[in-house]
């Protein structure tokens, strides 16, 4: 079974902290893997999109990196803003069968 | 311009009641997604679109009925419905099966 988990459920940071969030995937063949952010009541955001065959992706504060064989992601956030609050999920790819993380809550603190 | 829209916002209806939900997206993705988020829970696909033929039906009760009548454009008729499908009905969008998805800001649906 194609399962996602994400670790930790929640986190609350103080402002400017540098932190990462964990996606751990049960079926390393994947296509792609997908970040995204999520505010309360709202839509998906689109963060980061890693394929298959790649290690890495950045966009500026953002990091994700992805270690197929081990099944895992982690998106690492630098020099955290209140503005980064949110909830993450991840979403892997299983050829048109998309399986999300059920997210981790982040509070970055003023 | 990578905006995918939903109509209506809000859906309140009673459980005889037939209505639509209505996704459209102009940026030429040939893939088109229907996934269903009930609160504090990860987004769970419903039904994909590609080259507006339907690939996939995650065994989705048929009182939900999917349409894509071109590659603009996907519905969601909604017919008799029962009070546990409320929930955030999300439409996404992408060039095709492997790339980014994008998002629509959902609706919200209430069963009454």
């Known amino acids: 079974k194609q399962e996602v988990t994400q670790i930790p459920a929640a986190l609350s940071v103080p402002e400017g902290e540098n932190l990462v969030l964990n996606c751990s995937f049960t079926?390393?063949?994947?296509?792609?893997l997908q970040w995204f952010r999520q505010d309360p009541g709202k839509g998906l955001t689109s963060l980061l999109l890693?394929?298959?065959?790649?290690r890495e992706q950045t966009s500026g504060r953002l990091n994700a990196s992805l270690d197929k064989s081990s099944g895992r992601s982690t998106l690492y956030i630098a020099a955290s803003q209140p503005g980064d609050s949110a909830t993450y999920l991840c979403?892997?790819?299983?050829?048109?069968?998309?399986?999300f993380g059920p997210g981790t809550r982040l509070s970055v603190l003023p | 311009d990578t905006e995918v829209t939903q109509t209506p916002k809000h859906l309140v209806m009673g459980m005889t009641n037939k209505k639509s939900l209505k996704c459209e997206q102009h940026?030429?993705?040939?893939?088109m997604y229907w996934y269903k988020q009930k609160a504090k829970k990860p987004p769970e696909l419903m039904f994909v679109?590609?080259?507006?033929?339907?690939?996939i039906n995650e065994s989705v009760p048929s009182r939900f009925s999917p349409e894509c009548p071109n590659s603009s454009l996907l519905n969601l008729h909604l017919h008799a419905l029962q009070p546990e499908d409320s929930a955030l009905y999300l439409c996404?969008?992408?060039?095709?099966?492997?790339?980014?998805?994008?998002f629509g800001p959902g609706t919200r649906l209430t069963v009454l």
């Open positions: 996404a969008s992408s060039r095709t099966g492997s790339n980014t998805q994008y």
């Open positions: 079926d390393s063949a994947i296509y792609n």
């Open positions: 890693i394929q298959s065959s790649q």
């Open positions: 979403a892997v790819n299983y050829g048109q069968n998309f399986v």
């Open positions: 940026m030429g993705h040939r893939a």
């Open positions: 679109y590609s080259y507006e033929k339907l690939s």
